[in-house]
């Protein structure tokens, strides 16, 4: 069983900036995070700029992000690593957002997005059981058919 991704932010929809809740890293303290920002709808091309932020006591997040998205004005999805090896003083993390209005729009801003992070790695573990369990069961017939080893 490998760990589900933990939630930032849920998915959501916002039209100002904003501050997510503060999470607690637990098992996830001082390892390498896949921290991912799932944009699921934008209201006419404004500009999200999301950054995390850490804490050790979970109170002070300091004067400067742990990481900082590069702004987005489409739906996607899209992830960065977060190194804590050498920040074992963080114990909680939490996500800051603004929204940047597009200037020759009319429209009010407005995103439906999610900010999710799990332990690098976790989702390779799942392709490693599938290939040990191939390995296990012999190579397919096409793979022997055109001269490949098992």
């Known amino acids: 069983m490998h760990p589900e991704p933990r939630y930032l932010l849920p998915n959501s929809v916002h039209e100002i900036d904003g501050i997510g809740p503060t999470v607690a ?3 996830e303290r001082g390892k390498l995070l896949v921290v991912t920002l799932g944009i699921d709808e934008v209201v006419n ?10 804490s050790p006591d979970g109170a002070e997040f300091g004067d400067s992000p742990l990481t900082i ?3 987005r004005q489409y739906t996607g999805m899209h992830s960065t690593l977060l190194n804590l090896a050498g920040r074992s003083d963080l114990n909680f993390l939490r996500v ?3 929204i940047e209005r597009h200037r020759k729009s009319n429209h009010e801003p407005m995103f ?4 999710f992070f799990q ?3 976790a989702r390779l573990g ?3 059981s599938m290939r ?3 390995q296990a069961m012999g190579a397919p017939k096409w793979s022997q058919s055109r001269g490949h080893a098992a």
């Open 25 to 27: 890293l637990g098992q």
């Open 45 to 54: 091309r404004h500009l999200l700029l999301v950054s995390l932020w850490g």
């Open 69 to 71: 998205f590069r702004p």
């Open 96 to 98: 800051q957002w603004q």
């Open 112 to 115: 439906h997005f999610r900010v």
């Open 119 to 121: 332990q690098s790695g």
């Open 126 to 128: 799942s392709a490693v």
């Open 132 to 134: 040990s369990f191939t």
